[in-house]
């Protein structure tokens, strides 16, 4: 009997309703199953690691309460184990989450189990670190750190499986590595039997993103047509003990599962497909063939493995200043030319309102922006004159004042700047950037606890 | 399709009416997909969708090395380019610092093919 996947959210900030259908269909089923929220990329990690700076008790998921409180209670009636790397930067406070959420579903004995060692910020400097690939970052001073997060592999989610923890909590953790640790709890593979590992990887990899692989992020109308985008079903992947998967979605929900959304996600943040590396081994997907079985039924065949690489990758945030944007509209007769003068006063106020070393960008949406470089290339290229133009000015700088200041230029062009400009908007945070590098497996102790649901107290496992 | 239908003759188009794309990021590395809609074209695609002109395309941003990897099982094949996205997602001041949107633009590179293969209207 085939071990069933589901995908409750695949970004932080997806759909919050995705998990109810999964879970609907799990049951249904009656089959050994588990459900994943994967809500933690570069970007949410770096966003954590800010938000916990300014707020101790924060630094998890921020939508967990909206993700768990509609399917923890029918999860834990029915034996579906929940993993999920909505501890980000803080998953104690998950936890404690993940707790009142169960009380209130009238669990108050829920087991929970907590990943470890994923943080290694404390050892960072002591360690031996080498650069990732397309790294060209040295790491950053130390007194420049905010964190440093090793993605993990499946083995301590494993652990807390093994523990009989109902829902796994993590922070940094190889995204398919949180589907391939039901898998290898309840198949047994052995951690060296590399075609097992990579087909269950690769299982991961395509329901990680959530809808991507049912439709979503592939609608292109006249091109790839995709019905109701709006009741998207989220992927459940079926998996054999043997590594055979095949990627469907519940009955009754929309969007589409095909031979085209499986290929799209296949490749999806993919290197040399000769070696895609994750910490549980390195998939060999060159060879790999996507068939359609059915309506909403597709299998992927054809996935090798190869033994794991001897380092983790390891991602470093570090202080980035500050950010600001700020834009203006220019519309109707002539508006290409407004919108460009507008640019171009703000070059010439700048120049001498803010230090040079203040790194900016002008863009004009509706026109040139999200295809064109810092220095605006595209941007000089000929373009209707009249339409709907925005011109939008994006700045960096290690002092906040700076950014306020330029910014602030823009909006100074309400009344010094071209005729029948409108819709100023402003926003300022605070930066915080990612570099990566590897570290040496051996050099990581990754392991899980139980998690008393009365208190954040661990048992030692 | 039949063969009559595939042999209408050469025509110019962009490379969306031929294929579909996807954008992926990791630090300041993109990675493009490409699929032929149909299996016929992809060996158009292998033949004028290369390296050399995927770094042209993206020469403005910057792009240090273009590598392509063939994936013929799923008439595809997958670019990984390099310093491209102006410091990435947590570094770039470009809207869209993850680059997502540049498969698009990998879609609007023009490939010369039999009009049979194109989609859409011509």
Redesign the interface.
Known sequence: MSFLLGSGAGFSGDRTDAAAPIVAELIRRGQPCALVFETLGERTLAAAHRAMRETPEAGFEPLLDELLAPVLRDCLRHGIAILGNFGAANPDGACEVVSRLARQAGRPDIRIGRVHGDDIRARLTDLDLTLWEAETQALPEADQLVSANVYLGAAPLVQALELGAEVVVTGRVADPSLFLAPLVHHFGWAWDDWDRLAAGIMAGHLGECGAQVSGGYFADPGFKEVEGLATLGYPIIEVEVDGRLVVTKPPGTGGCVTERTVKEQLLYEVHDPAAYLTPDVVVDLSGAQVRELGPDRVEVMGIRGKPAPPRLKTTVCYEGGWQGEAEISYAGPNALARARLAGQVLRERLAFRVPQELRKRLDIVGHASVFDDDDGTLQREPAAPDGDYRLRLAVEHPERVWVERATQELLALYCAGPAGGGGVRRQLQRRVCTASYLVKRTDVEAFATLVDSGSSDHVAS | MSQAEIHQGPATAPL??LA???A??????L?L?L?A?RPEAYSALVEQVTEARVQALLA???ASRV?R?L?P??A?M?F?I??VL??????A??????GK??SF?LLGMSVTVDAGLL??ET
Do not use: A, I
Not at chain 2, 86 to 91: A, P, R
Not at chain 2, 93 to 98: E, V
């Open positions: 969306h009416r579909h794309s996807r992926g990021d990791k630090g300041n590395r990675n997909s699929f809609y403005h941003r910057g590598r990897y994936m099982n799923l595809g997958n990984v390099d310093d102006q410091g990435g997602v947590n570094g001041l470009n809207l869209d610092g993850h949107t540049l633009l989609l859409g």
